[in-house]
Structures are given as C-alpha cells and as structure tokens.
C-alpha cells in the first residue's frame, strides 16, 4: 500500500520560530508536493519537486523554502514563522501526471 | 483566469438516496480529471479517476462522468449510507506535462440516517 507521512500530526511554534515540516513517501515517486489547506481557500500549491534537488514554486512561497536532497523524503520550511502561517498542511505525492497520494496533514499553530 | 467550481452549498441527503455533485471548470483542456474524499483533519484520499476520452466510470457505489463539452464532470454515489459524509474534492490537470493539479473547493455532503 502506497504511504505518504508527515513528522507531526499537531505542532505549536511561536512566531520568528524556525520551523521544519518533513515528508517520506515509500512509492519510489518523482514528485511530491507541499500544500496548505484553510477554511474557504481550499488546497493552495506551495511548492512542488519533480526530482531530487529540484523545486518549482507554486502558487504561495512567500515566507517558505524547501529541500529535497533524497527522492523519499521534501522539507517544508519556515524560516521565522508568522501567525498568518497558522494552516493545515499536507504532502503528497505522484507519479508522472497522475493521481496524488497524501499524507495525514500536520496542524500548525504560530503563536 | 482559469477556474474550477463545485457546489457551494453543502448538501444533505437522505440514507439509501444517490447524491450527486458537481464539477464545473473553465478556460482548461485537461486530459483527465480526478476525485477525492477528504474526511476533517485528514489528508484528502484518491477515488476515482476518468479521462477525456472516457464518457463515464464506475467504482463500486461510485460513478463518475465527464464532459468535455460542457466543461463538467458530475460524481455520483448511490445508495448512500452515513459513512459516505465528507468533502468530496475535483482535481484537473493543467494539460501539458504539468505535474500540478488544479483543485476545486470542494463540496461537503452529509448522510442522514
């Protein structure tokens, strides 16, 4: 069975901290994705990887970073986190063009 | 601008009746289109996916149509039971190579016993 994990379920963090979200997928995928979700905005693209090393930006990086040094594995980062980053966020990953497979989320709360 | 939309209003149906939802995009040709579930605080689950050339699919209690003409996908479930309440979420393609989904809001459907 495909899985998607994420390091948190829940985290509180305050503001200005540094704060890391990691993702393992064990499909042997190219692409993975980071995405926040909030009440009314639906799923919004931070960014996405379709191979090691590599990122494209997607529709709201301001204020994070990312790092894929091995193919399971895509860090969400926030450098000095702000209570507008206070959201759900959700990895997930691909193969190709197709389906996307996500992990449980992590609720991030900045204080 | 390209856009996608889904029902707005949450909808609530009766146990045993076919619920059915909505899709609806503009300004894309996407080469297939896909649907998800999404239960609270979790991540959204992959059900069913149908391509263009594909008029209809079907899973289980699950059907899903599309068409390219007018731009609308429609999702189906019959014989609904409680445990079929969610967010049911549309994802298109962007066309191309594009590795990206573009998502739809999402439609909250509820099953009352």
């Known amino acids: 069975d495909v899985k998607v994990t994420q390091s948190s379920r829940y985290l509180v963090k305050r503001t200005g901290e540094k704060v890391f979200l990691e993702c393992v997928q064990d499909?042997?995928?190219?692409?993975m994705f980071w995405y926040r979700q909030d009440p009314g905005l639906g799923l919004r693209l931070i960014y996405f990887?379709?191979?090691?090393?590599?990122?494209e930006k997607g529709d709201i990086p301001e204020g994070y970073s990312v790092s894929r040094e091995k193919k399971e594995r895509f860090s969400l980062i926030l450098e000095s986190a702000s209570t507008n980053q206070t959201s759900m966020y959700l990895c997930?990953?691909?193969?190709?063009?197709?389906?996307?497979?996500f992990g449980p989320g992590t609720r991030l709360t900045v204080l | 601008s390209q856009k996608i939309e889904q029902n707005s209003e949450a909808l609530n149906i009766q146990e045993g009746k076919t619920a059915t939802l909505t899709c609806n995009y503009t300004?894309?040709?996407?080469?297939?289109l896909q649907w998800y579930r999404q239960d609270p605080g979790r991540g959204p689950v992959f059900l069913l996916l149908i391509r263009e050339n594909e008029k209809e699919k079907r899973k289980e209690r699950l059907k899903v149509t599309f068409d390219t003409t007018l731009k609308q996908s429609l999702f189906h479930i019959t014989a609904s039971q409680p445990a079929d309440s969610a967010t049911y979420l549309c994802?298109?393609?962007?066309?191309?190579?594009?590795?990206?989904?573009?998502w739809g809001l999402g439609t909250s459907l509820a099953v009352n016993p």
């Open positions: 997930a990953s691909s193969r190709g063009t197709d389906t996307q497979y």
């Open positions: 300004n894309y040709s996407p080469a297939y």
């Open positions: 990887s379709y191979d090691v090393k590599m990122k």
């Open positions: 499909m042997d995928h190219e692409n």
């Open positions: 994802a298109l393609d962007e066309g191309g190579n594009n590795r990206k989904l573009i």
